[in-house]
């Protein structure tokens, strides 16, 4: 009897202290801004695979490119190179793709749906096709040295590209209500 009340004090303790560390408004911030940087990394990166998979490139990434994120106003401008430009915006729809997917896939389906419901069953299908097709690009230019090492690289990276958004505004969010 001693040992279970000696357990479910030390239980309850864990509890009140985990608790404290989790409604910190500091530690919210700084998980939150750090999963926003991390996001922003494994977004960059997941442009880059998917570019290389559009260029049928075998290369594995080395760096986090931030060049990556001028892209879109060389497309704009006309200054993109010709040779990259396709590889480019395939790189950059499927990222877009990715964030509707975790942020407001209910609304984009419920609203390309109005147009047409078969358009909104396809562009849920077609998105899950491209972003398994992406998986692929993020297994296929990940380095390591073995498959689960590549394996183990593509579902960090592709799970803070999709997550990493919305989980670093939430902790934001929450350490400002717990002030």
Not at 34 to 49: D, E, K, M, P, R
Not at 143 to 167: D, E, K, N, R, Y
Request: glycine share 10%; charged share 5%.
């Amino acid at each position: 009897m001693a040992g279970r009340n000696v357990l479910a004090n030390a239980q309850s303790q864990f509890n009140r202290v985990h608790h404290k560390l989790g409604s910190s408004p500091l530690i919210n911030w700084i998980l939150g801004v750090s999963s926003l940087f991390f996001w922003g990394c494994a977004s960059v990166i997941q442009i880059q695979t998917s570019e290389y998979l559009a260029m049928g490139a075998q290369t594995r990434v080395a760096n986090v490119s931030w060049g990556v994120l001028l892209q879109p106003w060389l497309m704009i401008t006309g200054q993109a190179p010709i040779g990259f430009a396709t590889a480019w915006l395939y790189g950059w729809v499927v990222e877009l793709i990715t964030l509707i997917f975790a942020l407001a896939l209910s609304v984009a389906v419920a609203k390309i749906s109005v147009a047409n419901p078969k358009l909104g069953r396809g562009f849920l299908y077609c998105g899950l096709l491209l972003l398994a097709l992406n998986s692929y690009a993020d297994y296929s230019s990940s380095p390591g040295t073995s498959p689960l090492v590549q394996f183990l690289i593509a579902l960090a990276v592709g799970m803070m590209a999709v997550c990493g958004l919305p989980l670093s505004i939430g902790l934001i969010e929450h350490g400002f209500q717990e002030l």
